[in-house]
């Protein structure tokens, strides 16, 4: 299995960005297909981006494409999210997760099978 540590979180203002990373540990993380989830306050956790083990196709939610960016370096086991013009409604917790490079990238939370513990974004008015 792998092990999954999410870092770079915090308070930044309104139109801010931040960097957020996944560092891996245990099984090679280059065999897996990555994505990134975020859980708003009061809300389902829903689906940010999603990076194949190769790095060379991606998916994005639609309502974010533009403003973040998912990325990885299979040499340093660490995956990305950089978040640029923040908005207070990114507001939330954000956990990266790892789904088998066997299968295709994903959308869907269910479909990931090792997930972080999150990192909370806070962003001001």
């Known amino acids: 299995q792998v092990q999954l540590v999410e870092s770079g979180g915090g308070l930044v203002h309104t139109g801010g960005s931040l960097r957020l990373s996944c560092t891996a540990s245990?099984?090679?993380?280059?065999?897996?297909?990555m994505g990134w989830f975020r859980q708003l306050l009061g809300q389902e956790r829903e689906f940010v981006a999603a990076l194949s083990r190769s790095g060379l196709s991606t998916s994005y939610a639609d309502s974010l494409k533009g403003r973040f960016t998912i990325s990885r370096e299979n040499a340093k086991n660490t995956l990305y999210l950089q978040m640029s013009s923040l908005k207070p409604e990114d507001t939330g917790v954000y956990y990266c997760?790892?789904?088998?490079?066997?299968?295709?990238?994903?959308?869907?939370?269910?479909?990931?099978?090792?997930w972080g513990q999150g990192t909370q974004v806070t962003v001001s008015s």
């Open positions: 997760a790892a789904r088998p490079g066997y299968w295709s990238i994903s959308t869907g939370a269910t479909e990931y099978e090792y």
């Open positions: 245990g099984r090679t993380f280059s065999s897996y297909n």
